[in-house]
């Protein structure tokens, strides 16, 4: 019982750390997000791109203070990725799913959510199975991509020379082509390491 109210103490105190705090926020965030993605009005988008772009500097916020304060736990190595997807995937089915004449793809936007929901949950395996898999250039090139995508499909409008929309969906056909690359590379890296680990003799 010690044990237990012992993790438990562990466990809150992790919760309530700064970096974990900011990953929250950006999961409380999301609503607001998809809440103001139903408004297409020029305001309205140049609005949620910012703030978008706020929440995403607290990802690189949340893992800076982490390292230098010395907190990096498992509660935060779940918390961190599962925030950014969940922030991430949300914006991308509201803007599909948005009336305006030049919308995102909808079936671009299933491919980067299903290497999502396969990245996540082979991760999940990897940790039941001792097998650990480090993250790697691939999949942080396709985050960032993703991100810039997003961005600019959020601004949507073009302003001057800059076309925001055309710009969006270039860099979203980089992140996904990232996305299905980076999840392969991840479950080729998996059974490699799962075999050398003596999975395929059990």
């Known amino acids: ?28 965030f999301t609503p607001i997000m998809i809440w ?45 990725p599962l925030a950014d997807k969940i922030l ?23 491919v980067i959510a299903a290497r999502e929901v396969a990245v996540t949950g082979l991760r999940a395996i990897a940790r039941e199975e001792g097998v650990v898999l480090e993250a790697e250039a691939l999949g942080k ?3 960032i991509m993703e991100v810039v995508a997003l961005f600019s499909l959020m601004v949507h409008y073009s302003y001057g020379p800059l076309d925001f929309f055309a710009a969006g969906m270039s860099f979203l056909w980089i992140a996904m082509v990232l996305a299905v690359w980076s999840g392969i590379a991840y479950h080729v890296r998996f059974f490699r390491k ?3 680990l003596g999975g395929a003799d059990e």
């Open 141 to 143: 090139a396709k985050t």
């Open 36 to 80: 103001l993605l139903t408004f297409p009005g020029r305001l309205a988008s140049a609005v949620v791109a910012v703030l978008f772009f706020l929440a995403c500097l607290t990802d690189w916020l949340d893992g800076y203070l982490a390292r230098r304060d010395g907190i990096i736990t498992n509660l935060g190595k779940f918390l961190d």
């Open 1 to 28: 019982m010690p044990d237990l109210e012992n993790q438990k103490r562990s466990l809150t105190t992790d919760l309530w750390s700064t970096p974990n705090l900011l990953s929250l926020g950006r999961v409380a």
């Open 194 to 196: 799962w075999q050398a």
């Open 88 to 110: 991430i995937v949300s914006g991308y089915i509201m803007l599909a799913a948005m009336p305006r004449e030049l919308t995102v793809p909808a079936w671009m936007v299933a």
